[in-house]
C-alpha cells in the first residue's frame, strides 16, 4: 500500500449522518481516527453529529447533501475532498420509509422509497468510486436491511429497493476486486433510531408494533445504532481487506443465513 492509498484511509463519507444509525457510524469511524463528513438532508442534525465527533476528539464537517439530487450529492463530495481530502471511505445510511400496505401505495410513493434507498446510494457511489480506483483502496458500505432478505410486512417497495442494494454491492464487489476496493453490506434488524419511532408513531398501534418486533427478535430486544455501527466499522477497516462481497445481519439473531 503506498502512501496515497493511506490518505484515502483517512477520510469517510456517510450519508444520513444526521441520526440513528449513520449518526453511530460518524461516532465509530472518528474514533478509529477517520476524519467524517457527515452528509444529510437535515443540515442541523448533521452539525450535531459533527459537533458530538470533535467533542469526542475526532474531525468532522457537516455536509448538507440530497441523495436523491446529482448535483447536491456532486456538491457534498467536492466540499468533503476540499475540507478533508481524498475519500477512501463511503457509508449509505440514508434511507425512508413508511408502513403501508402494497395495494395501498401508489407510484409516487414507489419512486420516492426508490429514489432514496437504492438510486441514493447509486449517486453516491457513482461519485466517489472514480478517486477510489484512482488511489487503489476504498471501503464501500452500504446499509441494506434484513427486510431485504425475508421480505417484511408494510414495506414491500422498501424491501425491495433494500434487495437491490444487496445485489447492486455485490456486482460492484466483483467489478472492484482488483482495485484494492472493497464492497460489503450490514443488514439491520429492529433497530431503535428516528426513522423508526416516526414509523410506528405513524402508524395506529404503534407500541404493539415495537413489543411484537422486539419478541420477534432471539435476544429480545431491538438493535442499538451503535451495534449496527461496529459492523461498520469492521467492513471499513484495513483488517477486511480480503472481505468484499459479504452482508452481514446485525439483528439479534432474527435472520440467520
Known sequence: MNSHSHDAARVALVTGGGSGIGRAVCLALAGEGRSVAVADLNSATAAETAAMVSGSGGKAIAVAVDVTSDHSVSEGYLR?????????????????????????????????????????????????????????????????SDAALVGSSLEAVYSGAKGGVVSFTKTIAREMAQSGITANVVCPGPTQTPLLEGMVAASDDGEKVIGAMARAVPMKRLGQPRDVASAVAYFASEEAAFVTGQTLSVSGGLTMA
Open 80 to 144: 468533503t475532498i476540499e475540507d478533508l481530502g481524498p475519500v477512501g471511505i463511503l457509508v449509505n445510511c440514508a434511507g425512508w420509509d413508511a408502513l403501508v400496505p402494497f395495494l395501498d401505495t401508489d407510484e409516487t410513493f414507489w419512486d420516492k422509497v426508490i429514489d432514496i434507498n437504492f438510486k441514493g446510494m447509486l449517486r453516491t457511489t457513482h461519485r466517489c468510486l472514480p478517486a477510489m480506483v484512482e488511489q487503489g483502496w476504498g471501503r464501500l458500505v452500504n446499509i441494506s
